[in-house]
Nanobody, 119 residues
Framework: QVQVVESGGGLVQPGGSLRLSCAAS????????TNWYRQAPGKERELVAGIISAGTTVYIDSVKGRFTISRDNARNMVYLQMNSLKPEDTAVYYC?????????????WGQGTQVTVSS
């Protein structure tokens, strides 16, 4: 049974920082990629940042220079360091990982973690 769980969300003032964590557990042979998505109220879910097994990263323009995605392969962890946060970063942040084990290769979603940027 594979699970993906996010943590690290919370309330922060504009200009502040948060570090989100995404933990994958269970029977895992490899994690091919991990993405962070977010969904604000009344808006569609959007891809924020992603990292593939080779280490290549991608970001949407609005977070470039402020957010950094990184990973710890040995622990099956991916992090999203968010600096210089803005009110428009307020959303539920979701982790999405493509995980392979002996039985399957499929994408898993976490339950989401709320990030609120407000003074």
């Amino acid at each position: 049974q594979v699970q993906v769980v996010e943590s690290g969300g919370g309330l922060v003032q504009p200009g502040g920082s948060l570090r989100l964590s995404c933990a994958a557990s269970g029977t895992i042979s490899s994690v091919h990629y991990t993405n962070w998505y977010r969904q604000a109220p009344g808006k569609e879910r959007e891809l924020v940042a992603g990292i593939i097994s080779a280490g290549t990263t991608v970001y949407i323009d609005s977070v470039k220079g402020r957010f950094t995605i990184s990973r710890d392969n040995a622990r099956n962890m991916v992090y999203l360091q968010m600096n210089s946060l803005k009110p428009e970063d307020t959303a539920v942040y979701y982790c999405n990982a493509m995980i392979e084990n002996e039985n399957s290769r499929k994408a898993y979603w976490g339950q989401g973690t709320q990030v609120t940027v407000s003074s």
